[in-house]
């Protein structure tokens, strides 16, 4: 027993030195973990209690070295702390505790056992406490000092690129500050000033850069909580500020230069303004295209004051009775006013060229045409070394071409058109011009089809429609003429430019006042030593007109052209036309014509026509080629065929009725303006009737057959009309009945509202033909209503003629009658208010009593009771050859009155 117990006391012993051990080294452990854990605490509210980074390079470069102190001292304290928690380490290895920590109760005696796990649970806890501390704590310095890093490198780089950007900037504003002002440059220099702006600009990129690179940096430096000192942040600002104003300084210079260019440079309008004087003011509309402002009257306008006074001017050759010539006329006239006579076509083509205007259907606007044209005129007054008033001519030339081109001002013209119509007027050979014309619309091969030979007519034509003459060349419709070109190739789908210089060579219609243009040209200068016939004129200057009918009958130009005439000769035999002087072989030549010409009779001439250019097929005989196969044809065609037909000849007649020399010639001896057109080297022949005789050629069974279908038409009408309107009740009625909707389809009702339902399509049906006919019969209509009043408007015009005439003859048979009728010849001829010789009035006497043989009297019977009235009369005038003075009494007087007036009213 004492051996047990021996044994228990030293077990005891030992218990108690281990334990005593372990709760020194536990408390010593402990007492240095809490130590670490207050430090680490401490030095982690030091850190946190750090100002925040400043915002220039001084202040960061302080808080840095006082971080890398901070960083010294945590880091100095590393090794005794790693030495606490391996203690603590080897502490809890020796010791471990793996049960939970439980509560106990109240009073019970903590066992030894469970005290050691108690502590080697705290030394734990206090371990694992201190190495967060620790961890957070190194991290935490080593982040703010990467922190500084960045901070500083990028306030670095912030000042530095301050400093570099003032310097360019200031260099910038230097050479702002030394810009003149724009109204105190060269209007020749404003391009060069501009195009060094724009480089100024350019160069000022890197300096855009710069700007973008440092409001990047700072604003990263906002984004980590950095913000910029006052003196940086000022900086900053007014490194931007100055930026902003230089950046509108340049924008704002730019603006003015660009704008002074364009109002006073080569290319703009400005200069314009000149070619107008007070009280006209030349303004520009928002499209570029200019109009002209009279304060005086306070209107507006299109047209160029002088440009109007142009058009005044070419009305006064209106009197000209030839279309083609008319034209060509005041195109000449239009030509000099613009001073294109003098342009020769080689250096329209070299500004074409400089202008860089190859691409014909290209569009130019106004500022484009008014550069090339002002380059044109530069180059004209530099080629004829002549003073050019070039803003009038440039805006006189605008206002032409925009008239003929752009008639509705929107500012825009094609190329061609712009090529077409400077080329026909300039100075050059007449092929010349067809082939640089053919040139423009022709493919790589040399070929040409017909869309861009219709292009280049349809803008030549525009031309002759501008001064109102296009009815004369065929109209606006050009496709005739192309197929008439084409036929020269026949089966072919090109031609060649020897195709349209052989068709040009013709003269066709559409163009024939092109070469008429360059005749009247040559014209200009002739001098032919010959007397005009009617005005006396010698020499004859431009034109010559010789008969080829008479012997020794020239005619100068005037008297030609606007149809005057002398007494007794009638010009209604074949006339030789001359631009340029003759020569002995043309003279013998034709000699040799009119000597056969006097063998010739009218009958023979009428038979013959000939025509001095090249026709082309009208719009009415075209129609039906151009109408396809498979078109559904009308029901009345040929009654609206008949109305075309009355409308063509009732055109013919218009024409007809402003024939030549009217006034002198007899009915079937008056001329045609389309045989008289164009007839240099080549006759002109007479077929027509004047003005006073155009009943005649519509006769009687025409006009009641017009009559007649024009009351059919009528009456279809309105049987249309009503049809129409029947149908349309119907189709209502059918539509709005609701057994249509009720009805099944298996029951009879069902049946017959299909029935119903296929009526009303048919009926629908019916009424859209109907409506189409209507429209087409309102269309014919509307062109019979417009030929019916020009037709009235010659049937009054006739009426007046006649009832002029017939007021005359009663004038004259009044005063007779107060007179007492003396029966001698000077009464006779103071009733008649004429004033010539006894031989001239016989002679016209003899012309009205023989118009009696015309069939003009309503009926035979008529007709032979007046015959035999008069024959007596007759007789004895054309038997004896008795002069008047012979004849006497009033009875006989009195008689021949009679016969005078039904011939007058007759004819």
């Known amino acids: 027993m004492n051996l047990c117990w021996n044994e228990i006391k030293r077990k005891s012993h030992n218990i108690r030195v281990r334990l005593e051990a372990f709760s020194d080294n536990s408390g010593k452990l402990q007492l240095s973990l809490q130590e670490i854990i207050e430090w680490l605490t401490a030095k982690d509210e030091e850190l946190s209690e750090q100002l925040p980074i400043g915002g220039d390079v001084g202040a960061v470069q302080h808080q840095r070295e006082f971080h890398q102190a901070f960083m010294e001292d945590v880091k100095s304290r590393g090794p005794y702390i790693y030495s606490v928690l391996e203690s603590a380490q080897t502490f809890l290895a020796q010791h471990p505790f793996q049960e939970p920590e439980e509560t106990l109760p109240d009073g019970k005696e903590v066992s030894p056992r469970r005290r050691m796990m108690n502590v080697s649970r705290s030394v734990w806890k206090q371990a694992n406490v201190a190495s967060d501390l620790w961890e957070k704590l190194t991290a935490r310095c080593v982040d703010r000092h990467r922190h500084m890093e960045r901070t500083l490198e990028r306030l670095l780089q912030i000042q530095a690129a301050m400093e570099e950007l003032a310097v360019a900037l200031e260099q910038a504003e230097g050479v702002r500050d030394a810009w003149e002002p724009v109204g105190d440059l060269f209007i020749d220099s404003l391009q060069d000033h501009i195009d060094a702006t724009k480089l100024f600009k350019e160069e000022l ?16 430096l906002a984004i980590s909580d950095v913000h910029l000192s006052m003196e940086n942040a000022r900086a900053l600002e007014h490194l931007n500020n100055r930026w902003k104003l230089l950046q509108g300084s340049i924008e704002e210079r730019l603006k003015q230069l660009q704008d002074a260019h364009r109002d006073f440079g080569p290319g703009s309008q400005h200069f314009l303004s000149s070619s107008v004087q007070i009280p006209w003011e030349r303004a520009i509309s928002p499209n570029k295209v200019p109009y002209y402002i009279n304060h005086q009257a306070q209107t507006t306008c299109w047209d160029h004051p002088k440009m109007t006074e142009l058009y005044q001017a070419l009305a006064d050759l209106n009197n000209i009775k030839f279309s083609a010539y008319r034209t060509a006329m005041k195109l000449r006239h239009v030509q000099k006013a613009l001073r294109l006579d003098l342009l020769k076509l080689s250096s329209v083509v070299d500004v074409f060229r400089e202008q860089e205007l190859q691409h014909a259907e290209h569009v130019m606007d106004v500022v484009e045409v008014i550069h090339a044209l002002t380059s044109l005129y ?406 019979l209503e417009s030929q019916l ?95 008047l003075s012979q004849v006497k009494g009033e009875e006989m007087w009195r008689q021949k009155y009679f016969y005078l007036r039904v011939a007058i009213i007759e004819t």
């Open 378 to 783: 530069e180059k004209l007054e530099e080629e004829r070394s002549i003073l050019i008033n070039i803003p009038l001519c440039v805006d006189m030339c605008l206002n032409w071409l925009l008239n003929v081109y752009d008639s509705g001002r929107n500012g825009k013209m094609r190329v061609l058109s712009f090529k077409t119509g400077l080329v026909i007027l300039c100075n050059a050979d007449i092929q010349e011009k067809y082939k640089y014309l053919f040139r423009q619309v022709c493919g790589p091969g040399g070929l040409t089809d017909q869309k861009h030979l219709s292009l280049l007519l349809h803008e030549a034509i525009q031309i002759p429609r501008q001064l109102g003459e296009v009815a004369a060349f065929g109209g606006s419709n050009v496709e005739p003429s192309v197929r008439s070109c084409f036929r020269m190739a026949p089966g072919k789908s090109a031609i060649e430019v020897s195709h349209f210089l052989e068709w040009m060579s013709l003269e066709p219609q559409s163009v024939v006042w092109l070469p008429v243009l360059h005749r009247v040209t040559v014209a200009e200068t002739a001098k032919h030593q010959a007397r005009c016939y009617i005005c006396k004129q010698c020499p004859i200057k431009g034109f010559r007109y010789r008969s080829l009918k008479q012997f020794n009958v020239d005619i100068c130009q005037t008297c030609f052209l606007t149809g005057r005439t002398t007494k007794g000769k009638k010009l209604h035999y074949p006339i030789m036309e001359y631009y340029t002087p003759t020569t002995s072989g043309e003279k013998m030549r034709d000699f040799a014509k009119t000597l056969k010409n006097k063998f010739r009779s009218k009958q023979y001439f009428s038979k013959h026509p000939q025509r001095g250019y090249l026709p082309v097929q009208s719009v009415l005989e075209v129609e039906s080629s151009e109408t396809p196969c498979s078109s559904p044809r009308l029901p009345h065609a040929d009654t609206h065929s008949r109305i075309e037909h009355f409308a063509s000849r009732l055109a013919e007649m218009e024409n007809q009725s402003c024939s030549f020399f009217t006034d002198s010639l007899s009915p079937d001896e008056s001329l045609d303006e389309d045989q008289y057109l164009l007839r240099h080297s080549s006759p002109a022949l007479e077929q027509d009737s004047p003005h006073g005789h155009l009943l005649a050629h519509l006769d009687c069974q025409d006009r009641e057959e017009l009559q007649r279908t024009l009351q059919r038409l009528e009456n279809e009408n309105r049987v249309l009309q009503g049809e129409y309107r029947r149908l349309k009740w119907k189709h209502e009625e059918a539509a709005a009945s609701p057994q249509l909707l009720e009805s099944g389809p298996g029951s009879p009702a069902g049946q017959q509202d299909e029935e119903l339902l296929a009526e009303a399509r048919v009926l629908r049906q019916h009424k859209t033909r109907l409506e189409t006919r209507m429209q087409i019969l309102e269309d014919h209509n509307k062109q």
């Open 789 to 883: 009043h020009r037709l009235r408007e010659l049937l009054l015009n006739v009426l007046s003629f006649k009832n002029s005439h017939c007021e005359r003859s009663k004038d004259g048979l009044r005063k007779y009658t107060e007179k007492g009728g003396r029966g001698e010849k000077e009464d006779i001829f103071e009733a008649l208010g004429k004033k010539s010789r006894k031989t001239t009035e016989q002679r016209r006497i003899d012309r009205i009593i023989d118009c009696l043989d015309v069939p003009h009297v309503k009926g035979k019977k008529e007709r032979q009771e007046m015959l035999t009235n008069a024959g007596s009369w007759r007789t004895r005038r054309q038997g004896t050859r008795k002069d």
């Open 205 to 220: 990129t890197q300096v855009k850069e710069g700007m973008k690179h440092i409001n990047d940096l700072a604003h990263q």
